[in-house]
């Protein structure tokens, strides 16, 4: 997955709590995303960022915050859990050169 | 709004046959238009983009067609294999300078020995 990794992989919380979904890139590329993919719905777009210290709102960004204090990580965080967001989240990267994108192997989160 | 189509949530052919997977999509006026794979468990994989401009483009056993007259594209997989079973998702650029994709929901194409 082209150096982009994602933490955790599994995670189970119950409605109300809070958590950080962490995406590490090794390389030095600007722009990162953050997607959910539910089945039969694809993949949409959560917040991306496009440089240290910025994020913008993407399709599904209620519920979410993002941060990109440092050029590498980009996190995504859950304040207070719901159902709905019962998901396979996955961060991307986009390729400096072209408009492909990487994408990490993904995070299952599941809220009881 | 703008809205993407994979007609068919799944497909299945033969070995060795040649698979066809249509991405349509409406209000819309994309720069370009990507594919990727997706295996089960995985994130998805870049295989193919082709711009506005082109018609076709080749890698391998991989073809993509771009027709914005009919906004629709194709994928076509030659000479199939078993090991070509997967989701493929197209996916479209947003207007705007984040490069954005915007994705279909993907057909699952299993091709039988």
């Known amino acids: 997955n082209a150096g982009v990794t994602q933490t955790p992989k599994f995670r189970v919380l119950k409605t109300g709590q809070s958590m950080t979904l962490l995406c590490a890139q090794d390389?030095?590329?600007?722009?990162m995303y953050w997607y959910r993919q539910d089945p039969g719905m694809g993949l949409r777009l959560i917040h991306y960022?496009?440089?240290?210290?910025?994020?913008a709102k993407g399709e599904v960004p209620d519920g979410y915050n993002v941060s990109r204090l440092k050029k590498q990580n980009f996190l995504l965080g859950l304040e207070s859990a719901a159902p709905s967001q019962t998901s396979v989240y996955f961060c991307a990267i986009l390729s400096g050169n072209s408009y492909e994108q990487y994408f990490g192997p993904g995070t299952r989160l599941t809220v009881t | 709004s703008q809205k993407i189509e994979q007609n068919s949530e799944a497909l299945n052919i033969q070995e060795g046959k040649t698979a066809t997977l249509t991405c349509n999509y409406t209000?819309?006026?994309?720069?370009?238009l990507q594919w990727y794979r997706q295996d089960p468990g995985r994130g998805p994989v870049f295989l193919l983009l082709?711009?506005?401009?082109?018609k076709e483009k080749r890698k391998e056993r991989l073809k993509v067609t771009f027709d914005t007259t009919l906004k629709q594209s194709l994928f076509h997989i030659t000479a199939s294999q078993p090991a070509d079973s997967a989701t493929y998702l197209c996916a479209l650029d947003i207007e705007g300078s984040a490069r954005q994709l915007t994705f279909g929901s993907g057909t699952q194409l299993t091709v039988l020995p």
């Open positions: 082709i711009r506005e401009n082109e």
């Open positions: 390389m030095n590329h600007e722009y």
């Open positions: 209000n819309y006026s994309p720069a370009y």
């Open positions: 960022s496009v440089g240290e210290g910025t994020t």
